[in-house]
């Protein structure tokens, strides 16, 4: 299980185990925001499995060059939800289209599911009177890499902290 650390200030700021994340609040170094239902087991007893940990300091992110942007990272960073109807989605979509001189980048590709990815095809959201959702931007994990781990997939839990993140 792992668990989203919040910068002071409630920026996104890495994803860490969930051991991790109660050794930083027995340290008072962060408070808990958000657990899970089922409880952490560890030799020193049973603690809250958090899911969502504020830091008291600021830390000043590790700035490092962009992660990769893939099809799994564009889905992963969307919790697999289509970033026009909120279905469950399994394909990519180039929000400016490629054929229209659309990058593959972070702030223009968007998880997307099959009927609205089919609808869409080659035309501006414009063209169609669509809105995105969210603004796509580079999540937190793929900013500030370095030692923190990388999350499996999505916390339900974290989506109210990482909606509006961008790079
Ligand atoms: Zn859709």
Same mark, same amino acid.
């Given at each position: 299980?792992?668990?989203?650390?919040?910068?002071?200030g409630?920026?996104?700021l890495?994803?860490? #185990?969930? *051991?991790r994340?109660?050794?930083?609040?027995?340290?008072?170094? /962060? *408070?808990?925001?958000e657990?899970?239902e089922d409880?952490?087991?560890a030799?020193?007893g049973?603690?809250?499995?958090?899911?969502?940990? !504020?830091?008291?300091r600021?830390?000043? %992110?590790?700035?490092?060059? %962009?992660?990769?942007?893939? *099809?799994?990272?564009?889905l992963?960073?969307? /919790?697999?939800? @289509?970033?026009y109807?909120g279905a469950g989605?399994? +394909?990519?979509?180039?929000?400016?289209?490629?054929? *229209?001189?659309? %990058? #593959?980048? $972070? +702030?223009? !590709?968007?998880? @997307?599911?099959?009927k @609205?990815?089919? /609808?869409?095809?080659?035309?501006?959201?414009?063209?169609?009177?669509w809105? !995105?959702?969210?603004k796509p931007?580079?999540?937190? $994990?793929?900013?500030?890499?370095?030692? $923190?781990?990388?999350?499996?997939q999505?916390?339900d839990a $974290?989506?109210?902290?990482?909606?509006?993140?961008?790079?």
């Open positions: 299980m792992r668990t989203l650390v919040l910068n002071a409630f920026e996104p890495a994803v860490v #185990s969930d *051991r994340a109660v050794v930083l609040v027995l340290r008072s170094r /962060a *408070r808990v925001l657990v899970a409880p952490l087991v030799p020193a049973s603690f809250p499995r958090p899911t969502v940990i !504020l830091l008291d600021y830390i000043r %992110p590790n700035r490092r060059r %962009p992660g990769p942007v893939s *099809r799994r990272a564009v992963r960073r969307d /919790a697999h939800r @289509c970033a109807c989605a399994d +394909t990519v979509d180039h929000v400016r289209p490629r054929s *229209r001189g659309g %990058p #593959s980048s $972070w +702030t223009n !590709l968007v998880a @997307c599911c099959r @609205c990815n089919h /609808a869409k095809a080659d035309r501006l959201l414009e063209d169609l009177g809105k !995105l959702r969210v931007g580079e999540p937190a $994990w793929a900013v500030h890499p370095g030692p $923190w781990d990388s999350p499996g999505l916390d $974290w989506l109210a902290y990482l909606s509006g993140v961008a790079a």
